[in-house]
């Protein structure tokens, strides 16, 4: 199956290219397995299975489901110069850096020059796709706070980063051609520049600038798009006094992006700011800013499904009611699936897979709450092609793609929610052991309980000891932070008889020992991108893990099996927590976190 290519501009075409695929969803994925499997047979990692046979039936008795875990030494050894061939006849020519940790470090997922042209089919497809919902979107621009992140270099040379970075530093996105749909209030330099906060003021500017212009806003995720409103909040009065001088602050200093902005802050415009100065200097609510400063906007483009549900209420509350709308689902191992009903509200948003981006399966996992046991018992559990999914059913993703990943565990957990034709269409309802998640970060259970091992130690010379903790992400102010319960007992030595004695200092310790702890993408928020507040132990009063137990037991938990939640999400146990605070600290201190942070041994780029 050859990289398929679709002309956004073509709104018939395109759709009958998504009749097509969904309709044919089947033998599309026959057709992409047998051409992964003719092309890559021969590599060590499948020889190893299938000794140089490449029949469907044969791929799936002898080649195991695996994990990052038996992918790991592949990758490290392309990080180290050893040939693509290992697991991909294609040259590898990055590693994507996933948010998703393996023992603390990013994992890494191949990708090759095809797969971009794979994922430009993909951003084409979504632009029709939207157009048949809202009209007009051609006559004007969407301001889209696009970032790049910071990348290194293996010890081979590959460039290891985020995906998303690939294709924004790529010629298939620089040389995008002229699309009237796709015109970005963002100059290319401006996304480009690779610091993050002069390149989140350029863009903001950029975009009051044009603000007439501007008929949708977005970014990627919901928890950027917030970070812009709150950056707004911060810098509206040095946005503006730009806007009157016509020149932009001294304290950018990245020519590229000075010069882009000077092309569009063409001369001073103290009307504008007057008019902005007014909007954002109300003082009893931003509620609604966004369609007031971007009157024309018809709807707020960010993923607001999965952990990202939880910025629902404020981007309701910012964007004034205006539709959110989560148009793909993708990730590093590659892009997956679109949204065919865009507008439908943010609760029933399920994505259809293109069967042409790689080849899928599922797990069978019995319903939402047993997922967790599906990672040590793959071999009883029933893999399934896409096609022959079940409505109502829950499964974890497993991808066979291009670039040299075969039958992998995504982490996803997907509920099949109804049929586009031939093609299941998929509500996303979480990730495989994520507890906590702010922004791009995903904690697992493990992740906290290491960090949080290590941060008792602390306490224990003082004669406290940690009897219980769970955990939860409060997104109600932005930037979002991790909040962790702490039930604590005084033995002896402490002579304490509640939290009130603690130790301030040695308390905002055990804060900033947690973080230190936590894998890089957590740290990489909390120290470059701001992404993350500051993290917080609330101790609570001796009992409150009993009453916890009590609720979750009236909720239908087990007495017998029960085991206190590392997370909670239920605002009603949040609040019986709440209630029994006696002490509440914050990390003082920014972890440490270097872009070149890695598990290969890499170097930064410019050694
Ligand atoms: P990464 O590995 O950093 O590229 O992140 C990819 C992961 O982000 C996916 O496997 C999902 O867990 C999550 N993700 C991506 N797109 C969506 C979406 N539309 N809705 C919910 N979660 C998503």
Redesign the pocket.
């Known amino acids: 199956m050859v990289v398929l290519s679709c002309d956004p501009n073509d709104l018939e075409g395109s759709m009958r290219l998504i009749e097509e695929l969904t309709t044919n969803a089947g033998r599309i994925q026959e057709e992409v397995l047998q051409e992964i499997l003719e092309r890559n047979s021969g590599t060590e990692y499948l020889h190893g299975f299938l000794h140089g046979r490449s029949r469907l039936d044969q791929f799936k008795e002898e080649v195991p489901v695996v994990d990052y875990d038996q992918v790991k030494p592949y990758i490290d050894r392309l990080a180290n110069g050893e040939p693509s061939q290992i697991i991909s006849t294609e040259p590898i020519l990055e590693l994507?850096?996933?948010?998703?940790t393996s023992g603390g470090q990013p994992?890494m997922?191949p990708s090759t020059a095809e797969e971009l042209d794979r994922k430009t089919f993909f951003y084409n497809i979504l632009i029709p796709v939207m157009n048949r919902y809202v009209e007009g979107l051609e006559e004007g621009k969407s301001m889209y706070l696009l970032f790049v992140k910071p990348e290194i270099s293996t010890p081979s040379g590959l460039p290891a980063r985020?995906?998303l970075t690939s294709y924004y530093k790529s010629g298939h996105f620089r040389n995008r051609p002229f699309n009237r749909y796709n015109v970005f209030t963002s100059p290319d330099e401006v996304i480009l520049c690779s610091d993050a906060k002069q390149s989140m003021f350029c863009q903001l500017l950029c975009g009051l600038v044009q603000r007439t212009d501007v008929l949708r806003v977005g970014a990627v995720?919901a928890s950027a798009f917030l970070r812009a409103v709150k950056f707004l909040e911060d810098h509206w009065r040095e946005l503006c006094a730009n806007i009157r001088s016509g020149r932009v602050s001294d304290w950018i200093p990245d020519g590229p992006c000075r010069e882009a902005v000077s092309r569009v802050l063409l001369r001073p415009d103290p009307a504008l700011a007057d008019l902005i100065e007014a909007e954002c200097g109300q003082p009893e609510s931003w509620g609604g800013i966004v369609r007031r400063l971007w009157p024309r906007t018809k709807y707020v483009d960010v993923?607001?499904?999965?952990?990202?549900a939880q910025y629902i209420p404020l981007l309701e509350f910012y964007g004034g009611g205006l539709p959110l709308v989560?148009t793909?689902?993708?990730?590093?191992?590659c892009y997956?699936?679109i949204?065919l009903r865009p507008l439908d509200r943010p609760a029933d948003?399920s994505?259809t897979l293109l069967p042409n981006m790689a080849y899928f399966e599922f797990m069978q996992v019995d319903d939402e709450r047993t997922y967790e046991c599906a990672s040590d018992c793959t071999g009883d559990l029933k893999v399934v092609d896409l096609v022959d999914v079940e409505v109502g059913r829950y499964y974890e993703?497993v991808v066979t793609t291009f670039t040299g990943l075969y039958r992998y565990r995504?982490?996803?957990i997907l509920m099949v929610t109804g049929f586009h034709n031939a093609a299941p269409q998929f509500r996303?309802v979480?990730?495989r052991n994520?507890v906590l998640s702010v922004d791009?970060d995903?904690t697992n259970e493990e992740d906290l309980l290491r960090a949080v091992t290590r941060a008792k130690l602390l306490l224990e010379p003082l004669g406290w000891l940690l009897t219980e903790y769970t955990s939860y992400a409060d997104t109600a102010s932005i930037p979002g932070h991790y909040v962790l319960f702490w039930e604590l007992k005084a033995t002896a030595a402490s002579g304490n008889e509640d939290g009130l004695a603690l130790d301030r200092a040695v308390m905002e310790d055990c804060c900033s020992a947690v973080e230190s702890c936590l894998d890089a993408?957590y740290r990489r928020c909390r120290k470059r991108d701001l992404s993350i507040g500051p993290l917080e132990i609330r101790v609570v009063r001796t009992g409150a893990f009993d009453v916890l137990m009590d609720y979750c037991v009236s909720r239908g938990s087990s007495v017998n099996q029960y085991k206190t939640p590392r997370c909670i999400k239920p605002p009603e146990a949040i609040r019986l927590l709440d209630e029994v605070v006696v002490g509440r600290f914050f990390s003082t201190k920014v972890p440490f976190w270097e872009p070149y942070e890695m598990d290969v041994k890499a170097i930064p780029p410019s050694s």
């Not at 994507?96 to 998703?100: A, D, R």
């Open positions: 994507l850096t996933s948010s998703g994992k997922m985020p995906v995720f993923i607001v499904t999965g952990s990202m989560s793909m689902y993708g990730s590093s191992e997956l699936g949204n948003v994505y993703l995504v982490g996803d996303f979480h990730r994520v791009t995903k993408v």
